[in-house]
């Protein structure tokens, strides 16, 4: 079993739909989960950082911790065009010296205008 | 403006050559890393850096190498020794505490 497993998707939805975007993981030593955006040709993008479990809202997006499910999601509302990008979800066991990321694979989404 | 500056965008090595990525920034950050980005594959640390003359391998250093001689620059060199270089390079660093911040990436591919 990986250690953090992401649908690639493609998700393809109409401008202005509901987008949700999950993350499953098997380590249960995470505690801060963090989601980027990356466009085409171009480096990932931070959107959210969470610690722990629960929501933080930010705009249009929402994300969502589950700790004891060991799952995380992300939730896009009136989805716009200008949101087609990769998804990336990426969390950590810490934050201090021996920090590093285990990513995801990323989804891939399309906003149809 | 502070950010993560790598170059060049697009590089192309011959068969048996070693080339250097570049990543600079300016944003006084201590930490700083060097991904790989594959079709299909997701992120893969290659090499880390906490602070300066300090660096350690990720899960698939072999093949390249890396020196921090000042906070502010972490090249990648990618040795004739990497059998399969074609791919996305990534450069990212980060404050204490904080999270990881990525620069615009540098395609490498095998002529």
């Known amino acids: 079993q990986k250690e953090v497993e992401q649908d690639p998707g493609p998700l393809s939805v109409p401008e202005g739909a509901i987008v949700s975007l999950n993350c499953t993981y098997s380590n249960s030593a995470f505690q801060y989960f963090m989601w980027y955006r990356q466009y085409s040709r171009e480096g990932p993008e931070l959107l959210m950082y969470?610690?722990?479990?629960g929501n933080k809202e930010d705009g249009r997006f929402t994300a969502q911790v589950d700790k004891s499910s060991k799952y995380i999601s992300l939730f896009i509302r009136d989805s716009q065009p200008s949101d087609s990008a990769t998804y990336l979800c990426?969390?950590?066991?810490?934050?201090?010296?021996?920090?590093?990321?285990?990513f995801g694979k990323g989804t891939l989404l399309t906003v149809n205008p | 403006d502070g950010g993560i500056t790598q170059s060049p965008k697009y590089l192309f090595r011959k068969e048996g050559q070693n080339v250097t990525l570049s990543c600079e920034q300016n944003l006084n950050h201590d930490a700083m890393y060097w991904y790989r980005q594959d079709p299909g594959q997701g992120l893969r640390l290659i090499y880390y850096s906490q602070i300066v003359n300090d660096f350690q391998k990720g899960d698939i250093a072999e093949g390249y190498s890396v020196s921090r001689e000042k906070k502010e620059s972490f090249p990648l060199t990618v040795t004739s020794a990497q059998k399969n270089p074609t791919a996305f390079y990534l450069c990212a660093s980060r404050d204490r505490g904080q999270p990881q911040h990525f620069g615009d990436g540098t395609r490498l591919s095998i002529l």
């Open positions: 969470t610690y722990s479990s």
């Open positions: 990426a969390m950590s066991v810490g934050g201090g010296s021996n920090y590093k990321l285990t």
